[in-house]
C-alpha cells in the first residue's frame, strides 16, 4: 500500500458542486499539506496542519476547506466548485523533527475537472 | 516568506547531452534545498536535498546539485541525460526554522529526444 493515499484518483464535477478529497498516510507524520498544480505555475500551498488541532492558510486558500479528522487524514473540501479550481491536487506529509532533512512524501494526486 | 525562481520552463536534449536546469531562492536566512522530479502521469518524487555540510550533493539516477550560498542558487546537473529523464523538475526550498512550509518553483519541463 502506498505511504500516503489519496481518493479519488479522478473526479469531474460540476459547477457550484461541494466536493471533498481525502488523504490518508501510514507514515506516522505529524504535518499534513494540500498543494494544487497548474501547467506553468508549479505547486501552490492551499492549506497545511501541523498536528491535529492546528490548521492553517497556505498562499490560496479562497474557495477551499480542510479538516485533521485524525493525524494519519487530511481532507480538502471546495464549498462551492467552479471552472478555474480544475487543477492536480496533491496532498503531501513531512516529519515535525525532520522535514529539512527528509523532505515531503507526496500523494499520487487527484486530478479535478469542474465543468 | 521564501521564492524560487526556475530559469527556464522548457528544456529540450538530444540523448547523451548534459544537463543543468536553474534554480535561485529568495531568502534571508538558512534554508532547505530540494529537488523534485515528475514522472509523467505521476506524482512527485525527491530527487535530491541539501540542508547542511557539503555543499555538493548527489542523488538518484545520476542527478547532483550545488549549493552556491553566495549566489542564492541550486542548481541540477546531470553529465549525460537519456530519454527516461523526461520529466518535469521542480525546485523547492523551505526555512530552516521547524515551521516552515515548502515553496516550489514553478518546474522546467525537460524532453530528452532519443
Same mark, same amino acid.
Given at each position: 500500500?502506498?505511504?500516503?493515499?489519496?481518493?479519488?484518483?479522478?473526479?469531474?464535477?460540476?459547477?457550484?458542486?461541494?466536493?471533498?478529497?481525502?488523504?490518508?498516510?501510514?507514515?506516522?507524520?505529524?504535518?499534513?499539506?494540500?498543494?494544487?498544480?497548474?501547467?506553468?505555475?508549479?505547486?501552490?500551498?492551499?492549506?497545511?496542519?501541523?498536528?491535529?488541532?492546528?490548521?492553517?492558510?497556505?498562499?490560496?486558500?479562497?474557495?477551499?476547506?480542510?479538516?485533521?479528522?485524525?493525524?494519519?487524514?487530511?481532507?480538502?473540501?471546495?464549498?462551492?466548485?467552479?471552472?478555474?479550481?480544475?487543477?492536480?491536487?496533491?496532498?503531501?506529509?513531512?516529519?515535525?523533527?525532520?522535514?529539512?532533512?527528509?523532505?515531503?512524501?507526496?500523494?499520487?494526486?487527484?486530478?479535478?475537472?469542474?465543468? | 516568506?521564501?521564492?524560487?525562481?526556475?530559469?527556464?520552463?522548457?528544456? =529540450?536534449? !538530444?540523448?547523451?547531452?548534459?544537463?543543468?536546469?536553474?534554480?535561485?531562492?529568495?531568502?534571508?536566512? $538558512?534554508?532547505?534545498? *530540494?529537488?523534485?522530479?515528475?514522472?509523467?502521469?505521476?506524482?512527485?518524487?525527491?530527487?535530491?536535498?541539501?540542508?547542511?555540510?557539503?555543499?555538493?550533493?548527489?542523488?538518484?539516477?545520476?542527478?547532483?546539485?550545488?549549493? =552556491?550560498? !553566495?549566489?542564492?542558487?541550486?542548481?541540477?546537473?546531470?553529465?549525460?541525460?537519456?530519454?527516461?529523464? $523526461?520529466?518535469?523538475? *521542480?525546485?523547492?526550498?523551505?526555512?530552516?526554522?521547524?515551521?516552515?512550509?515548502?515553496?516550489?518553483?514553478?518546474?522546467?519541463?525537460?524532453?530528452?529526444?532519443?
Amino acid at each position: 500500500d502506498a505511504d500516503v493515499t489519496q481518493t479519488p484518483r479522478n473526479r469531474i464535477t460540476k459547477t457550484g458542486k461541494r466536493i471533498m478529497l481525502e488523504c490518508s498516510q501510514t507514515k506516522g507524520h505529524d504535518r499534513m499539506y494540500w498543494y494544487r498544480q497548474d501547467p506553468g505555475l508549479g505547486l501552490r500551498l492551499i492549506y497545511y496542519s501541523f498536528d491535529v488541532k492546528d490548521i492553517n492558510k497556505g498562499e490560496i486558500s479562497d474557495g477551499y476547506s480542510v479538516s485533521r479528522q485524525a493525524q494519519a487524514k487530511f481532507s480538502l473540501s471546495l464549498e462551492s466548485a467552479i471552472p478555474n479550481q480544475t487543477a492536480l491536487y496533491f496532498c503531501a506529509t513531512s516529519d515535525a523533527t525532520r522535514t529539512g532533512s527528509y523532505g515531503y512524501t507526496f500523494g499520487s494526486g487527484t486530478r479535478l475537472t469542474v465543468v | 516568506a521564501q521564492s524560487v525562481s526556475q530559469h527556464n520552463h522548457h528544456v =529540450i536534449l !538530444s540523448e547523451a547531452a548534459s544537463l543543468e536546469l536553474g534554480c535561485n531562492y529568495s531568502y534571508g536566512g $538558512t534554508v532547505n534545498l *530540494f529537488w523534485y522530479v515528475q514522472y509523467p502521469g505521476q506524482h512527485l518524487q525527491l530527487l535530491l536535498k541539501y540542508f547542511s555540510g557539503d555543499p555538493l550533493v548527489k542523488g538518484i539516477k545520476g542527478f547532483e546539485a550545488e549549493f =552556491i550560498k !553566495s549566489k542564492f542558487s541550486f542548481n541540477l546537473r546531470k553529465p549525460s541525460v537519456q530519454w527516461s529523464d $523526461t520529466a518535469e523538475y *521542480f525546485c523547492a526550498v523551505n526555512a530552516n526554522s521547524g515551521y516552515s512550509t515548502l515553496t516550489f518553483g514553478k518546474g522546467t519541463m525537460l524532453l530528452v529526444s532519443p
